[in-house]
């Protein structure tokens, strides 16, 4: 008799991608019809994403009322609104492994975008927006960042992009930078301060600024730079990486997803060998080689070996607060503050490592709030999506509205900017390294 539900700590199966069966249409369509009738008969993820709105809804609206009365066709509408937050999976679903049920539900909605990108049915305007290498390296050249970041604020621009691209006229778009992170640090050294390591750190980081980091948010990675080496933590900014791969992953593009591991995984592995630590700036980025890659790749050593020296850059500093090694010194205080804990670190199971540093900041009062900003990196962008991506923002805004606090941040810098979006009051997010070198005074 099968258990109801599983108390269990969740576990995570390898994703499978080059077994037989995975791209296989009717193991595929089995698969998604026994999960969709278990979620159908369970319904607790009903305030997450869209797929389950989506999915509950095409069943009550069914001649049967079950979901053999939906239309293999509609599941589709599921499955694209999935964006791989996992939290139905990290804290909704009671029946993912180690129960008997084993519903992965975000690796399901992957496998089915991965199969639909195999037979080449996905838009060209999410290959486009999901090849953050390619359009970071050629929107941010000299001349035409700026041509770019002014004519998108064009009104009659905006509705030619969303008639041939589908780019929602209202989405607030991410502003590009010709002097990018990578040519900011072109001449920067690591700190030649004294190593110090812990039993949980080794002392010096190498920094994965990651895409975001360097075409679009460069001053992120300065902070970064500021506050670990104010911290003695000698930085050194990895120049040669290519995107962690979490768009292409998130679209299916399973391959492409490979191909940026090939080249990324070989040149961590040599800093992990010379030392380093390894931190990224976006929570999507650190979870990819923490958690995606891993389960993509089980076997390689490698990979593996990146997974244990990744770190996110909180989850670093109250380490390094442990070992009584974290500059507490602070000069300025930063009162109220709204915290939206991005979806991607809470997967990481690290705990809220932000909230716990920014509260050692006296006279500062940190507010979490653990609901997800819909923006999912290019889920807001889209035309069809944007209106479910405000939707989902909108218990965030309230929250962060009723807290009247002094500062509203997020770990994900794409998520602190859906929120400015979502106010409407001309306020602006700070990421939390930015009020944290405020508190230091740096």
Request: charged residues 25%; contains cysteine.
């Amino acid at each position: 008799m099968s258990r109801e539900g599983s108390l269990e700590a969740p576990t995570r199966h390898p994703l499978g991608q080059d077994e037989w069966w995975f791209f296989d249409e009717e193991q595929l369509d089995n698969e998604l019809t026994r999960v969709f009738e278990i979620c159908h008969g369970c319904r607790r993820c009903f305030n997450l994403c869209e797929s389950f709105p989506t999915l509950f809804d095409l069943v009550d609206e069914s001649e049967t009322m079950e979901v053999d009365g939906v239309a293999r066709g509609d599941y589709d509408k599921v499955v694209d609104h999935c964006y791989q937050c996992d939290m139905c999976y990290q804290t909704k679903c009671p029946y993912v492994p180690p129960h008997e049920w084993n519903v992965d539900f975000p690796h399901l909605m992957l496998r089915a975008k991965a199969a639909k990108f195999k037979k080449r049915e996905t838009r060209f305007r999410d290959r486009l927006i999901t090849s953050t290498d390619q359009m970071g390296a050629f929107i941010s050249t000299p001349g035409i960042a700026q041509v770019a970041n002014a004519v998108n604020q064009v009104k009659p621009f905006r509705k030619l992009l969303d008639k041939t691209l589908e780019i929602h006229p209202e989405a607030t778009l991410p502003r590009y930078e010709s002097n990018t992170f990578n040519r900011r640090t072109r001449r920067h050294q690591p700190s030649t301060i004294e190593v110090k390591p812990t039993a949980d750190t080794r002392g010096k980081v190498a920094l994965f600024a990651t895409c975001y980091g360097n075409y679009n948010a460069p001053d992120l990675g300065q902070d970064f730079i500021d506050i670990f080496e104010h911290n003695g933590i000698p930085v050194t900014v990895i120049r040669d990486a290519k995107c962690c791969g979490m768009p292409k992953y998130e679209l299916g593009d399973l391959n492409a997803v490979a191909e940026m591991k090939r080249h990324n995984i070989p040149l961590l592995a040599g800093l992990i060998d010379e030392g380093h630590d390894l931190v990224t700036l976006i929570p999507s980025c650190t979870l990819m080689f923490k958690q995606e890659l891993p389960l993509m790749f089980p076997e390689e050593s490698r990979v593996r070996k990146v997974q244990r020296a990744m770190f996110d850059p909180f989850e670093y500093l109250m380490l390094r607060h442990k070992a009584g090694l974290l500059n507490t010194e602070f000069s300025r205080s930063l009162g109220k503050v709204a915290y939206q804990v991005a979806c991607h670190q809470r997967v990481q199971n690290i705990g809220l490592k932000t909230r716990e540093l920014l509260q050692l900041i006296p006279e500062t009062e940190v507010i979490a709030i653990e609901r997800c900003s819909g923006h999912d990196g290019t889920y807001t962008f889209k035309s069809e999506k944007h209106e479910s991506a405000m939707k989902i923002l909108k218990p965030v805004v309230k929250r962060v509205r009723e807290s009247e606090a002094a500062h509203y941040t997020s770990d994900c810098a794409m998520a602190g900017k859906h929120i400015e979006h979502g106010m409407a009051d001309g306020s602006r997010a700070t990421h939390p390294l930015g009020l944290l070198k405020y508190a230091y005074g740096l």
